[in-house]
Every structure is written in C-alpha cells, then in structure tokens.
C-alpha cells in the first residue's frame, strides 16, 4: 500500500515511488487496519487518508481483474 495524494493505493508490484506499507492479505488484517487507521500512521500521512478504493474492493467492488467475470 501506499499514499498518492492523500489516497490509498494498493500497489501488489511494489513499484510505485513514495513510503509503503506491507501487511498480510487478508481482508481481517485490511479492516483491523482501516478501524485503526493504521495506514496513514505506517504512511506518515498528515491529515485525512482516503481508503474508498480499500474499502470499495473488500466489499466486493473492483475484484474483476485482466476482464474476468
């Protein structure tokens, strides 16, 4: 994960510039973390984190990936 202009942005690559922040892939570990607001701690973010497109895939938006159904 990382934070591209005050957004949370999965990067599985691990190739996008800025501080990261791993953790285990599991959406347990992702809610704990969004409850928490771990990320913008981890991320050393001033001000608010937008984690909608976080949020929007562990509830089942955006799983299609490569055009699968």
């Known amino acids: 994960m990382v934070a591209q202009n005050n957004i949370l942005v999965i990067d599985e690559s691990a190739v996008l510039p800025g501080r990261g922040a791993w953790m285990h892939p ?3 570990c992702i809610e704990a973390a969004l409850r928490r607001r771990a ?7 001033s001000g608010e984190l937008d984690t909608q497109t976080i949020e929007k895939r562990l509830n089942g938006y955006g799983n299609k990936v490569n055009g699968s159904k």
């Open 39 to 45: 990320f913008a701690r981890a991320l050393r973010v």
């Open 26 to 28: 599991t959406q347990e």
